[in-house]
Structures are given as C-alpha cells and as structure tokens.
C-alpha cells in the first residue's frame, strides 16, 4: 500500500487515540488503524468509521461508558 498523501510505503497498523468533540469535551476513543509513518496520515477501514459512528451515537445519547484521565487546558 501506497501513502495517497506522500506516496510513502510505511504504512502501519497502529493503536492511536481518535478525538471526538462532545459539546465542549473532547472524547478520546482507542482504535487501530493504518497510519503512514512519514507523514502520518490515518486510513481507516470501513469497520473503523462504523465503530466510530456507533461510539459517536452512543455518547450522544449519554451512553457512552466514559472515565476521566486528564485535563484539557487552553492557554491564554
Ligand atoms: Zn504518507
């Protein structure tokens, strides 16, 4: 497989954390996806985007199974 970004051909299955937005929260969500290593680009399989749709829905419904692990501070 060929990096469509920078035509690299490192490209691994590898843990990464997705963000998602929630109101003024950002959840972070653990998923594997192939990620190019030079530039960094994510390609997510169809399995991915469904499971990210579902967790998406879930947590606008409250139903997501959340903990909290850190703060998100903006600075100035
Ligand atoms: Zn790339």
């Not at 290593?37 to 390609?43: H, I, L, P």
Request: aromatic share 4%.
């Amino acid at each position: 497989m060929i990096c469509v970004i920078c035509h690299g051909n490192e490209i691994e299955l590898q843990e990464v954390r997705e963000e998602l937005a929630l109101g003024t929260d950002i959840v972070c969500v653990p998923i594997h996806v192939l990620v190019c290593q030079t530039c960094g680009e994510r390609y997510y399989d169809r399995k991915t985007m469904r499971h990210l749709e579902e967790v998406e829905r879930q947590l606008r419904e409250g139903n997501g199974r959340l903990r909290e692990v850190g703060r998100v501070l903006m600075y100035g």
